[in-house]
T-cell receptor, first 117, second 114 residues
Framework: GAVVSQHPSRVICKSGTSVKIECRSL??????MFWYRQFPKQSLMLMAT?????????EQGVEKDKFLINHASLTLSTLTVTSAHPEDSSFYIC?????????????FGNGTRLTVT | AQSVAQPEDQVNVAEGNPLTVKCTYS??????LFWYVQYPNRGLQFLLK??????LVKGSYGFEAEFNKSQTSFHLKKPSALVSDSALYFC????????????FGAGTTVTVRA
């Protein structure tokens, strides 16, 4: 149980285009999901907290107009990288908290490798 | 503020030998502590957590960790390492009062040689 599906696993796009990444909780409801960015051989950097039915909360230094987050249902959050540039190339990972259980660990997707050419 | 330190970038052990990955934390109040493992180009897999109760926590794949409040540590251990344990390990902490935001350590790469 507690599976988080993240899609796509890899994407290559041209500079200036937008890319959407989906994060789905398959067998539980998640009112809160988190988006992270990970650079090679580095830790995870929290980008934003995605809240179902309300605006996302962004961490300091993260451009909310560039990284659009939508959490339209209890099982789906999307991250759209708008007008992507090569410096946006990174590994993006989502995680979700099972709303129905207290103190449960976060469950992570398998990540999306974004390459902007 | 909350933070995690993993003092070792890399840990190398021979298969069958004990494995220890160190973690110390800083948080206001009582902590929730977690260990996750990451394989190449994959997300994080949950190994174990400390919430309350026994200081020794047992988790997946034979891993365990000991919460030491006085030393603010939560070291991950496995009595007999396997080659398949080779991966990147992250320690994470959050306070009981925040809204589930985790702070991660920098990660420790474990290599188990046959």
């Amino acid at each position: 149980g507690a599976v988080v599906s993240q899609h796509p696993s890899r994407v290559i796009c041209k500079s200036g285009t937008s890319v959407k990444i989906e994060c789905r909780s398959l067998d539980f409801q998640a009112t809160t999901m988190f988006w992270y960015r990970q650079f090679p051989k580095q830790s995870l950097m929290l980008m934003a907290t995605s809240n179902e039915g309300s605006k996302a909360t962004y961490e300091q230094g993260v451009e909310k107009d560039k990284f659009l987050i939508n959490h339209a249902s209890l099982t789906l959050s999307t991250l759209t990288v708008t007008s992507a540039h090569p410096e946006d190339s990174s590994f993006y990972i989502c995680s979700a908290r099972n709303t129905g259980t207290s103190n449960s660990p976060l469950h992570f997707g398998n990540g999306t490798r974004l390459t902007v050419t | 503020a909350q933070s995690v330190a993993q003092p070792e970038d890399q840990v190398n052990v021979a298969e069958g030998n004990p494995l220890t990955v160190k973690c110390t934390y800083s948080v206001s109040g009582n902590p929730y502590l977690f260990w996750y493992v990451q394989y190449p180009n994959r997300g994080l897999q949950f190994l174990l957590k400390y919430i309350t109760g026994d200081n020794l926590v047992k988790g997946s794949y034979g891993f365990e960790a000991e919460f030491n409040k006085s030393q603010t540590s939560f070291h991950l251990k496995k009595p007999s390492a396997l080659v398949s344990d080779s991966a990147l390990y992250f320690c994470a902490v959050r306070s009981r009062s925040n809204d589930y935001k985790l702070s991660f350590g920098a990660g420790t790469t474990v290599t188990v040689r046959a």
